[in-house]
């Protein structure tokens, strides 16, 4: 009775230390690893010699531990790629300027260093877009340093606040067109101010004061335009006596209004 034990014994141990091959969809099987190439393996079975395409392994494991990767595991997706957030969108503001042009007038004699006149934008204290016209118009008044503020883009200097774009003036019928765009972290109310200004500095060195200016309460919000509109009269403006008068009479009133169904061109 002892040599049939001793028998399944060695058996036993026999299968314990055979060699396995790893297949690439999880299955094993056990047997002797006879050989390798690289388009086959061959197995002994106890049901005999099977040959397996390599590309069906994943790895051989051999009884005295050593392991040989045939066919590497995909690797397992990684997490998703998150989606970006959408950001939001900035809010535009539209100004239609209409009626009479600012101006000024100098004697020659006595003009300043930089006869240049500004219109600025805030919104709050926060710049947002300045229009300076630095061309002398002398057709405009024989004898005198004269500067009437055009919204001509070849002549205006253009400089937007941090986040602002602005798009070139537009003519529309009488009236000039203005627009930007104001990033959406502004968002809120706010009061918009304007000025026309004048350079009592340098070009170097300007230092700009408020002639005539015009305020108005304004909610901004992200992806919403707001529409304004500036009506200008000259007053009782005038140039005599080789200076200007009545300057505080130029009057500015800054109305909001609903938004045209044609809207001004956006800015780039």
């Known amino acids: 009775m002892r040599a049939p034990i001793v028998l399944l014994l060695l058996a036993l141990s026999s299968a314990a230390r055979a060699d396995v091959v790893a297949f690439v969809n999880g299955d094993r099987l056990n047997g002797r690893i006879l050989g390798a190439t690289p388009r086959r393996v061959r197995l002994q079975t106890v049901y005999g010699t099977l040959v397996i395409p390599r590309n069906h392994v994943a790895r051989l494991e051999y009884d005295d531990g050593r392991v040989e990767v045939l066919n590497a595991p995909p690797a397992?997706?990684?997490?998703?790629?998150?989606?970006?957030t959408p950001q939001?969108?900035?809010?535009?503001?539209?100004?239609?300027?209409?009626?009479?042009?600012?101006?000024?007038?100098?004697?020659?004699?006595?003009?300043?260093?930089d006869p240049s006149l500004r219109l600025e934008l805030r919104l709050?204290?926060?710049?947002?877009?300045?229009?300076?016209?630095?061309?002398?118009?002398?057709e405009d008044l024989p004898k005198a340093v004269v500067n009437s503020f055009v919204f001509s883009p070849e002549e205006l200097l253009?400089?937007?606040?941090?986040?602002?774009?602005?798009?070139?003036?537009?003519?529309?019928?009488?009236?000039i067109g203005l627009a930007l765009t104001i990033p959406p972290e502004a968002s809120g109310r706010h009061l918009l101010k304007l000025a026309y200004q004048l350079n009592e500095g340098t070009v170097a060195e300007p230092m700009w004061l408020n002639l005539a200016t015009a305020s108005a309460e304004i909610v901004v919000q992200p992806g919403q335009t707001v529409?304004?509109?500036?009506?200008?009269s000259r007053g009782a403006m005038e140039y005599a006596r080789r200076r200007m008068l009545n300057v505080e009479t130029f009057n500015t009133v800054l109305r909001q209004q609903?938004?045209?169904?044609?809207?001004?061109?956006?800015p780039p």
């Open 88 to 113: 939001p969108e900035p809010a535009r503001l539209q100004l239609a300027v209409a009626g009479d042009s600012f101006w000024q007038a100098w004697d020659p004699k006595t003009a300043p260093a």
């Open 124 to 138: 709050d204290d926060a710049p947002l877009v300045s229009y300076t016209d630095s061309t002398p118009d002398p």
């Open 227 to 232: 529409a304004l509109r500036l009506e200008q």
């Open 76 to 84: 397992p997706p990684g997490p998703p790629a998150p989606r970006p």
């Open 158 to 175: 253009v400089r937007a606040g941090p986040g602002v774009v602005v798009a070139p003036p537009i003519v529309i019928g009488d009236e």
């Open 258 to 266: 609903v938004e045209a169904a044609a809207p001004l061109a956006a």
